[in-house]
């Protein structure tokens, strides 16, 4: 099985300066808790490159376009304290060709159920 960077590499992201960036390794952390390695089994790098692609694609978008892209933001207020939240959907995934790549990859990856 191929590692996150081997997959990485190999898809070389076009505009995307992952190689140097100190936050790669911290972003890899993250995609991991999102993905489910029962779900994903042997595909479970795959999932958590896509994450990371797509993340540092809408970065690369933002930069171009001059615009944050992100899920839906929700504000609440708690004591006088306005909390702002962006909250993450398969929505977001579709803003790039690798999201939409992870979104086929977890639909495609089903966990049967035997009752």
């Given at each position: 099985?191929?590692?996150?960077?081997?997959?990485v590499?190999?898809?070389?992201?076009?505009?995307?300066?992952?190689?140097?960036?100190?936050r790669?390794?911290?972003r890899?952390?993250?995609a991991?808790?999102r993905?489910?390695t029962?779900?994903?089994?042997?595909?479970?790098?795959?999932?958590?490159?896509?994450?990371?692609?797509?993340?540092?694609?809408?970065?690369?978008?933002?930069?171009?376009?001059?615009?944050?892209?992100?899920?839906a933001?929700?504000?609440t207020?708690?004591?006088?304290?306005?909390?702002?939240m962006?909250?993450e959907?398969?929505d977001?995934y579709?803003?790039?060709?690798?999201?939409?790549?992870?979104?086929?990859?977890r639909?495609?990856?089903v966990?049967?159920?035997?009752?």
């Amino acid at each position: 099985m191929a590692s996150v960077i081997e997959i990485v590499q190999a898809r070389e992201p076009e505009g995307i300066a992952w190689e140097n960036d100190s936050r790669f390794s911290s972003r890899v952390s993250l995609a991991q808790q999102r993905v489910n390695t029962f779900q994903f089994g042997s595909r479970t790098n795959e999932a958590v490159a896509l994450i990371v692609m797509h993340w540092y694609a809408k970065d690369h978008i933002s930069n171009i376009v001059g615009a944050r892209l992100g899920g839906a933001l929700s504000a609440t207020s708690v004591g006088g304290q306005s909390i702002s939240m962006l909250n993450e959907s398969k929505d977001d995934y579709s803003a790039t060709d690798y999201g939409k790549e992870y979104i086929d990859l977890r639909d495609s990856c089903v966990i049967g159920i035997i009752i």
